[in-house]
């Protein structure tokens, strides 16, 4: 098979780039020596007047218009300790919208830089109602987001260098500093795991690669790897997730990470992903046009996955189990039909009225899977329909619930890590358009509402347990001269696991 032996080479093509490690620096800033010190500009006049570099300073930033997102890289004379400052906009008391502008800033400025270390020294700066755990976890998210680049198959290609990145830290402060730089060192791994899943092409990443992706993770010895094959999910009787899986070559996986960090007794927290790695919608076929983005379809399989490894990295105190529904959405002589009528796990039946509604029916065995772990809650991600990218675009992500503290909790937690979710509706009612002639239910209902609609399906697969659903379609990746996998909402989930976890 052709795509098989080129697909394995191109994969092995994989660069291995050093990793990017963050720490706490303690001590007097103007001993610092750093190839790149990041301040605000009040902050780097005080310092360059220390180092007799006041005028250089002053010349440099004389046009520099001192407001939060502006950032100007100065080099400095040799008789100063940084060879550079990066001078950040802003200063004293700022809002939170205002600091996120001026790390995003600061970020997308570093990561140009031809430098492998630098220092971050942005304490003159409050942010309202924040502390300065919540400064370092958002400067270091942010560093983490932009230094992020995926060349693997580009024959020539600039990376970042950055390796090591020293948040300056006073005493008071410097347990809280450490956690932060603690966790973030944990989230990147997270976040790098997931982009890098969701930007490999659809001939690589496939439901075996997904599967080999994931044992990685089994080197821990807190993590167990497992997988369910095609054989395993028919004698389960998941019929939902093989109509969708059959009319690929490559044979679907559901993949089981258990991550055992908790007590025996804890129940523990389930993240289920969407894993179609290619979605063509089978018989009811996309339009040509961005089909290609289809291969970001197993987004929400890799923020389960880039999650589960930022809370082994962090050694999270939680028993966490990561099940990805991983198949591959084909047109084939043996794929599923509209009007194909087939029984779930649950033992309800659907019948397909659009198989491009497929995200539904690999999600709803994987719920009814589910069940056997005794959760506390289980939350499922996935990029499940368009109608969510109209209703909320690329800003957050959609949260549905049939518990109202699960759904404010995980929109905390995007507030606090900057990756936000909003919620929407799930109510019976947006269930009535599914009803069908000849099954249970059928796995479309109307256009209207899309998002609730597809949410009312799943919640039909959730009565054993406190359920939330995420949509990811309109976050998880970007479209445009910047495609690619944003690796949203890792940051979301991580920050639920490290406060309710
Ligand atoms: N994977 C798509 C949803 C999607 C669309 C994700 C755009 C990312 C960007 C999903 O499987 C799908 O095709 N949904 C259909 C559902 C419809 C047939 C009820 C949709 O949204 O059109
Ligand atoms: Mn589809
Ligand atoms: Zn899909």
């Not at 001993?31 to 570099?53: E, H, Y």
């Not at 502390?131 to 970042?160: E, M, R």
């Not at 997904?210 to 395993?232: H, M, N, P, T, Y």
């Not at 899977?369 to 959609?398: C, F, M, N, Q, W």
Request: with cysteine.
């Amino acid at each position: 098979m052709l795509t098989a032996s080129v697909s394995t080479r191109i994969a092995r093509q994989r660069q291995v780039t050093g990793i990017m490690k963050y720490s706490t620096k303690t001590g007097s800033l103007n001993d610092l020596v750093t190839p790149c010190l990041v301040t605000t500009l009040a902050n780097a006049k005080k310092l360059a007047s220390q180092w007799k570099a006041g005028p250089a300073l002053s010349v440099a930033t004389k046009d520099f218009d001192d407001k939060a997102g502006s950032v100007l890289l100065v080099n400095m004379p040799d008789s100063a300790k940084a060879s550079r400052i990066l001078v950040c906009g802003s200063d004293g008391t700022v809002s939170v919208a205002d600091f996120n502008k001026i790390v995003n800033a600061a970020a997308a400025r570093l990561a140009t830089l031809k430098i492998t270390s630098a220092a971050l020294a942005l304490n003159t700066i409050t942010v309202t109602d924040r502390d300065v755990y919540w400064k370092i976890c958002t400067t270091l998210t942010a560093i983490s987001l932009s230094v992020y680049g995926f060349n693997n198959y580009k024959s020539s290609a600039q990376s970042a260098t950055l390796r090591t990145v020293h948040a300056v830290v006073d005493n008071r402060s410097r347990s809280a500093c450490q956690k932060a730089v603690r966790e973030a060192n944990a989230l990147k791994q997270g976040f790098d795991f997931a982009r890098d899943l969701g930007n490999q092409p659809p001939n690589v990443c496939n439901p075996t690669y997904l599967l080999r992706e994931a044992r990685k993770l089994g080197k821990s010895a807190k993590v167990k790897v497992s997988a369910l094959d095609e054989k395993k999910m028919e004698s389960l009787g998941m019929g939902a997730f093989m109509s969708v899986t059959r009319g690929s070559t490559t044979p679907g996986k559901m993949i089981i990470v258990e991550y055992s960090g908790g007590k025996k007794t804890d129940a523990p927290v389930v993240l289920i992903g969407k894993g179609i790695t290619f979605d063509t919608g089978g018989i009811s076929l996309k339009p040509g046009a961005a089909m290609d983005e289809m291969k970001f379809d197993m987004c929400g399989a890799a923020a389960v996955l880039g999650t589960t490894v930022a809370a082994i990295e962090a050694s999270l105190p939680i028993n966490l189990i990561c099940i990805v529904a991983a198949a591959e959405n084909m047109p084939a002589g043996n794929a599923s039909r509209p009007g194909d009528i087939v029984a779930t796990m649950s033992g309800k039946t659907v019948e397909i009225l659009n198989t491009d509604a497929e995200g539904r029916l690999v999600l709803c065995d994987a719920l009814t899977y589910a069940e056997r772990y005794k959760p506390k809650t289980v939350i499922d991600v996935a990029t499940l329909t368009g109608a969510v990218i109209v209703a909320l675009g690329s800003h957050a992500s959609a949260v549905f619930s049939n518990d109202q503290t699960l759904a404010r909790d995980l929109i905390d937690a995007g507030e606090i890590s900057g990756d936000r979710a909003w919620q929407l509706p799930v109510w019976e009612e947006y269930g009535q358009g599914l009803s069908s002639n000849f099954a249970d239910m059928a796995n479309i209902g109307g256009r209207d509402g899309g998002s609730s609609v597809a949410a009312a399906f799943l919640a039909r697969f959730t009565d054993k347990f406190t359920w939330a659903h995420m949509d990811i379609a309109g976050t998880a990746f970007r479209s445009g001269p910047r495609k690619g996998s944003t690796g949203r909402p890792v940051g979301l989930l991580f920050r639920y696991l490290l406060d309710h976890g």
